[in-house]
C-alpha cells in the first residue's frame, strides 16, 4: 500500500511553501497564475487529495449536512433528500441521510452520531417526540415537515391548508364540481 500523498511533498515537489499550496487549494487570489499551475501541475501528478478529517479538525466541523427522516423510501422524504442533496452539492456540501425507521430512541441517537461526525448543519424531519434534548445539540438545525414539540427550531413546511384551497378555487374556476 502507498503512503498519500502530503501538503508537504506537493510543496516540496513544486518549490513551494505549504501555505502557498494551501492558498492554491483554496483558490486564493494572492497566488500568481504561474504559480498557481506549476502548484496545481503536481497535484495532479503526484495524486494528492484533501484530507477532510484533518481539515475538519482543523476547522471543528466537517463540510457535510446530517438529514434525519422517518424512512429514505418514502416518496416524499426521497424527494425532499435529493434537492437537500442537489443544493448541497452546488455549494461543495456532502451529506449523510439517517432514517429512524419511526423509532422514537432512534432520531436522538442520529443527532448524537452526527454530532460526533462533526458536521456543519442538521435537517430534521421530526417525529411527535420530545425535542428537549436539542437545546444541548449546539449544531445549526431546521425542521422540516413539522414543527418539533418542546424545541424552538427553524421550521420549513408546507401549508397544506394553503395548498387545498389553491388546488379547490383552481378546480372551481375550471368547471369542476
Do not use: C, W
Not at 442537489?86 to 456532502?94: K, V, Y
Not at 414543527?147 to 388546488?167: H, I, M, T
Amino acid at each position: 500500500m502507498s503512503k498519500a500523498v502530503r501538503l508537504i511533498d506537493v510543496a516540496d515537489a513544486s518549490d513551494t511553501s505549504i501555505k502557498t499550496v494551501s492558498r492554491v487549494l483554496n483558490n486564493d487570489p494572492r497566488v500568481s497564475v504561474e504559480t498557481r499551475i506549476r502548484v496545481q501541475k503536481k497535484i495532479d501528478e503526484l495524486g494528492y487529495q484533501v484530507d477532510l478529517i484533518a481539515r475538519s479538525l482543523r476547522t471543528g466541523v466537517d463540510n457535510v449536512i446530517g438529514v434525519i427522516i422517518q424512512k429514505v423510501g418514502d416518496p416524499f422524504f426521497a424527494e425532499v433528500v435529493e434537492e437537500i442533496e442537489i443544493e448541497a452539492n452546488r455549494r461543495g456540501i456532502g451529506v449523510i441521510v439517517g432514517s429512524t425507521h419511526g423509532e422514537m430512541d432512534r432520531e436522538n441517537e442520529l443527532v448524537q452520531s452526527f454530532k460526533q461526525r462533526r458536521v456543519a448543519g442538521l435537517i430534521i424531519a421530526p417525529q411527535d417526540v420530545n425535542y428537549s434534548f436539542m437545546e444541548n445539540v449546539k449544531i445549526p438545525s431546521v425542521f422540516i415537515d413539522r414543527k418539533p414539540l418542546n424545541f424552538k427550531g427553524d421550521v420549513v413546511r408546507v401549508d397544506d391548508f394553503e395548498g387545498g384551497r389553491l388546488a379547490t378555487n383552481h378546480l372551481i374556476t375550471h368547471g369542476h364540481q
